[in-house]
């Protein structure tokens, strides 16, 4: 599985998508925080905290990250290599972990540069490091889980068919809905006291509740369940004989 990992990684990082995928990221974050004016500018409201860009962020890995995960099984499928893995001692599961933590290790790299912003806030503070280092550690874990979500996603929707196109088009809606979706409709108040469990169905209301800086084990258990079913969903469709 390390082989097959490391496979992956280097396809990712060599690949037109993935160099374009982490350009685009970074311009799109570096723009928004630090060149638009307007309420995703870190320095427009004179606090330094980066809670803007944690609630901007999942929106474009929402995009990007299924711009990565649309090839991973189609690809396999069209070049027939993904039979040629089967016969390897590699079972579905350790293929689909394997372009898992792939993915993960990508959206980290992603990530990685983002820093850059925090150390530039923590010494522009007043006095120098008044920010919460505490709650900007745990937005990276929750940004981390929640990548890590959306990876999962991309790979179950890519294993369901043979086009890019239309597994980058159901991982996009599937993060869309999955993310926003019970947020948007248990904020409606139109289900009485389901509307708490509706919420809880949601990704952001666990994302925002690690990203307020306490790291409650429930929500990082609700993202590894969740990522542990839409892999299972993955290794199902690839297993042979399935399709």
């Not at 638009?36 to 870190?42: E, T, V």
């Not at 039979?83 to 001692?89: N, R």
Request: a neutral charge.
């Amino acid at each position: 599985m390390i082989a097959l990992y490391k496979k992956e990684l280097r396809a990712f990082l060599t690949s037109v998508i993935g160099t374009v995928v982490l350009v685009v990221f970074l311009l799109i974050s570096g723009l928004f925080h630090w060149v638009f004016p307007g309420q995703w500018n870190l320095l427009s409201n004179g606090v330094a905290e980066m809670n803007a860009f944690f609630l901007f962020t999942p929106w474009v890995l929402m995009f990007l990250i299924p711009a990565i995960t649309m090839r991973s099984i189609p690809e396999e499928r069209g070049l027939g290599t993904l039979e040629l893995l089967m016969t390897h001692p590699l079972d579905p599961g350790r293929i689909i972990r394997a372009k898992f933590l792939a993915g993960l290790t990508l959206v980290a790299i992603a990530l990685l540069p983002t820093l850059v912003g925090f150390f530039l806030l923590h010494n522009l503070g007043n006095p120098p490091g008044n920010i919460d280092s505490g709650a900007v550690f745990a937005g990276y874990i929750g940004l981390l889980m929640l990548g890590g979500a959306f990876v999962a996603t991309g790979l179950a929707a890519s294993s369901r068919t043979d086009s890019q196109v239309v597994a980058f088009l159901i991982a996009v809606v599937a993060c869309l809905v999955l993310y926003y979706g019970p947020s948007a409709l248990g904020s409606y108040d139109l289900f009485g006291g389901l509307d708490h469990l509706i919420l809880w169905c949601g990704m952001e209301t666990h994302f925002r509740a690690i990203g307020t800086g306490v790291v409650v084990i429930s929500d990082v258990l609700w993202f590894t369940a969740y990522i542990a079913v839409a892999l299972a969903v993955a290794q199902r469709q690839i297993q042979p004989g399935h399709r």
